[in-house]
């Protein structure tokens, strides 16, 4: 069974398509910049490595049509028609409190994207652009959708409620829906198959460009760090994280901004970026940090501090813990952000093997030392993967 999986952005549309008898990526790419002059294709199978092309894609529809093209190419294509594609899987982002597991796309799901676009303005109306793209142009294939936040909808009432007047909830559903969702499991699952035991405590902590960590108890989520939005918890390239929101108004009011300027400012020009004054980029930030820049250094160190609190605190919800994981870029790539974050963490079980902490990249690894209490895995992500999964056993039930 061949299927796509699509992840739509307001002016992207990312791609990878996978040979699910053996779970094998055939090619992926991205259209980027639909609708603007310049927009172009990145694509990427084993035999042509990757490949970058400008092409014309002016709405989602004309992006998605290019995908189809690249893939059924003759010379470059890994498929004969793009008839051989069984099912379409899409990442989709909110699900509100009415997706709690992938589901087959049909008119309804359409709705509650919709719906919940309230709570996410910039992604549920670009998920449905990618899947009316590709209703348009193969009206017959069965597609699944997985949220970004279905894997949270685990966690417990007194985790995911704030502490406002009970009124705002049941008017608004204003409450912690958490992201990343997709990951979270992913990585967890692999965790716990590694563990090899039963009743397992996982902290799992997706560390990119936006981060979060996820406490997951026997396979569920019981907390997360983002929360109404992913703008909230750890800090991030560009997101403030945790914020007195008493400081919200203050700045609106003391620097003249507007609403939108300020959740410009918490969303774009905070996080390590705006303490740093350099880059979102962890490489950039270490660079600058090794040559001597105070707030680089500083800017790591909040990073750090904050990541640890997180570590504590779940561990500390749940009791004890079993495997902390990390994961994405930063995760798997960035020793001396997983040495920080383990790092004096003796006294709770979770002991690093500096060594190979230093040497791992791109594969499973366990880090932690021998009679480390903790085991601490490095796992990279697989989202697109676990959207496949689902979405092939979804509609293997369908055409049964
Ligand atoms: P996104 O949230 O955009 O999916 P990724 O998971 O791809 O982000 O992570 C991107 C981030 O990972 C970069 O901004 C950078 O901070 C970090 N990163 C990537 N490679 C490395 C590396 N070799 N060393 C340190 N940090 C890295």
């Known amino acids: 069974m061949k299927i796509l999986v699509i992840n739509c952005g307001s002016s992207s549309l990312k791609f990878q398509l996978l040979d699910m008898n053996d779970e094998s990526f055939l090619a992926k790419g991205i259209v980027e910049r639909i609708g603007s002059e310049g927009s172009s294709i990145t694509y990427e199978t084993q035999k042509t490595g990757k490949i970058k092309n400008c092409e014309s894609a002016i709405n989602h529809t ?34 509100g409190e009415e997706y709690s597991s992938s589901v087959i796309i049909d008119d309804k799901v359409i709705e509650a994207l919709k719906k919940y676009s309230v709570f996410a303005p910039l992604h549920n109306p670009a998920n449905i652009l990618g899947i009316e793209a590709c209703r348009n142009l193969l009206p017959d294939i069965p597609m699944a959708g997985t949220f970004d936040t279905a894997f949270h909808q685990t966690m417990p009432d007194y985790a995911y409620m704030y ?16 992201f990343h969702g997709t990951s979270h499991r992913y990585v967890s699952g692999i965790a716990a198959k590694a563990l090899n035991k039963s009743n397992t405590k996982i902290i799992t902590c997706h560390l990119g460009n936006g981060s979060s960590v996820c406490a997951v108890c026997n396979g569920k989520s019981i907390d997360t760090s983002m929360g109404y939005t992913p703008v909230d918890g750890l800090v991030m390239g560009t997101r403030c994280g945790d914020l007195d929101p008493a400081i919200v108004n203050f700045i609106e009011k003391e620097e003249h901004l507007t609403h939108n300027e300020v959740d410009e400012m918490l969303n ?21 940090m090794h040559s001597g820049n105070k707030r680089a250094k500083l800017a790591l160190e909040i990073f750090d501090f904050r990541l640890r609190k997180y570590i504590g605190a779940y561990t500390a919800i749940m009791g004890g813990l079993d495997a902390l994981v990390f994961t994405a870029g930063i995760g798997e790539n960035d020793w001396e952000t997983r040495y920080f974050a383990c790092k004096d963490l003796e006294f709770l079980g979770i002991e690093i093997d500096e060594n190979k902490n230093k040497t791992v990249r791109g594969n499973f690894a366990d880090i932690s030392l021998p009679d480390s209490k903790v085991r601490i895995y490095v796992i990279p992500t697989n989202e697109e993967l676990m959207i496949a999964r689902d979405t092939k056993e979804l509609v293997s039930v369908l055409i049964s």
């Open 62 to 95: 004309e992006a998605a049509g290019l995908v189809f093209r690249y893939l059924a190419d003759e010379k470059n294509g890994v498929i004969k028609d793009i008839n051989e594609i069984d099912a379409i899987g899409h990442r989709l982002v909110h699900g």
């Open 163 to 178: 502490a406002l007047p009970y009124s705002i909830y049941e008017k608004y559903r204003i409450r912690k829906y958490g």
């Open 268 to 288: 774009k020009k905070s996080g390590v970026y705006g303490i740093s004054g350099i880059s979102n980029d962890f490489r950039d930030l270490e660079n600058a």
